[in-house]
């Protein structure tokens, strides 16, 4: 089964922190690679109209964020930029299909680009995908 999610916290989509789910605002499943991926497509090019910043992985992974929009974290002492995550996984794991290069190839990824450095040392900032 294929999940297109969106969801929206402090980490880009693609860093699968332990309780990254709790960041999931929408999912939506699909039987066929394709649904998902035209679904994806859909949703990509709708966010990218609502963000200034983006940045992509050619895996179906992309998140997009606007300057100022930030949190802040008592833990870190500092705001924290916010992301809209875009994802598009098969049984809830990234998948190694590549997107087509006009998603990932528009990144646009100037701006503040930080996460919390006791989630870094807490998972060992490191990434499943």
């Given at each position: ?86 994802a598009l996984l098969k049984d809830n794991q990234p998948i190694l299909v590549e997107s087509g ?29």
């Amino acid at each position: 089964m294929y999940q297109v999610i969106v969801m929206y916290g402090d980490n880009e989509p693609w860093w699968f922190f332990e309780d990254w789910q709790a960041d999931i605002e929408e999912a939506v499943a699909f039987q066929s690679l394709e649904s998902a991926q035209a679904f994806y497509k859909e949703q990509w090019i709708k966010l990218k109209s609502q963000y200034t910043y983006i940045n992509a992985k050619s895996n179906f992974l992309s998140a997009f964020w606007n300057e100022g929009d930030e949190r802040w974290c008592e833990e870190c002492d500092d705001d924290l930029q916010q992301y809209k995550g875009l994802a598009l996984l098969k049984d809830n794991q990234p998948i190694l299909v590549e997107s087509g290069k006009e998603f990932y190839e528009a990144t646009n990824s100037s701006g503040k680009t930080k996460c919390c450095q006791g989630l870094e040392q807490s998972f060992g900032g490191t990434a499943k995908a």
